[in-house]
T-cell receptor, first 111, second 118 residues
Framework: DAKTTQPPSMDCAEGRAANLPCNHS???????VYWYRQIHSQGPQYIIH???NNETNEMASLIITEDRKSSTLILPHATLRDTAVYYC????????????FGTGTSLTVIP | DTEVTQTPKHLVMGMTNKKSLKCEQH?????MYWYKQKAKKPPELMFVYSYEKLSINESVPSRFSPECPNSSLLNLHLHALQPEDSALYLCASSQEPSGGTPLYNEQFFGPGTRLTVL
């Protein structure tokens, strides 16, 4: 199963871009990369997903390296409400559609 | 409606009690999931239901008994729990991928049930 590695914590100044890295060196060719975040004691919230190409939506951008072994989630203008734990997840397709969460990055946005 | 609801929000039970957690979605999703999350840890997958049938049990102790009575409901029956089972229990749902196609299937999570076992 593809696993993900993320730094345990990061700080970002309010209004600046937050760049959250993720390594997934064992990812398979048809496995998507998903990003979720979890604000304290709430359910995880979907942010963005991608397969090979870079993706952007109203919340964030996802940059996936050409070899697909790593990715970066970019929050372009971080706000205090973006303080959360961010999870990079690779969906396992071999046996179904389950998610296995990595340890995540705790992002603190500083005023 | 893109919401997954979970009841109750909080539950306190003794080790001899029997209780149930309930999860509901009306998005037409045919895959539903239970996760367990301990404090400061990531969610851990417990069970996966696909088309109302249990497809994955991640070696969960039998004191946790899942049930999917219909395509919109998912229950987790609890019996003889231990204090170490205290956690946030999360339910999620998604479309069911078909035939090995790498279908994008976002999982929608509920707010969770905070369980305390005394």
């Amino acid at each position: 199963d593809a696993k993900t590695t993320q730094p345990p914590s990061m700080d970002c100044a309010e209004g600046r871009a937050a760049n959250l890295p993720c390594n997934h060196s064992t990812i398979s060719g048809n496995e998507y990369v998903y990003w979720y975040r979890q604000i304290h004691s709430q359910g995880p919230q979907y942010i963005i997903h991608g397969l090979k190409n870079n993706e952007t939506n109203e919340m964030a951008s996802l940059i996936i390296t050409e070899d697909r072994k790593s990715s970066t989630l970019i929050l372009p203008h971080a706000t205090l409400r973006d303080t959360a734990v961010y999870y990079c997840i690779v969906r396992v397709t071999r046996t179904g559609n389950q998610f296995y969460f990595g340890t995540g990055t705790s992002l603190t946005v500083i005023p | 409606d893109t919401e997954v609801t979970q009841t109750p929000k909080h539950l306190v039970m003794g080790m001899t009690n029997k209780k149930s957690l309930k999860c509901e979605q009306h998005m037409g999703h045919r895959a539903m999931y239970w996760y367990k999350q301990k404090a400061k840890k990531p969610p851990e997958l417990m069970f996966v239901y696909s088309y109302e049938k249990l497809s994955i049990n991640e070696s969960v102790p039998s004191r946790f008994s899942p049930e999917c009575p219909n395509s919109s409901l998912l229950n987790l029956h609890l019996h003889a729990l231990q204090p170490e089972d205290s956690a946030l229990y999360l339910c999620a749902s998604s479309q069911e991928p078909s035939g090995g196609t790498p279908l994008y299937n976002e999982q929608f999570f509920g707010p969770g049930t905070r369980l305390t076992v005394l």
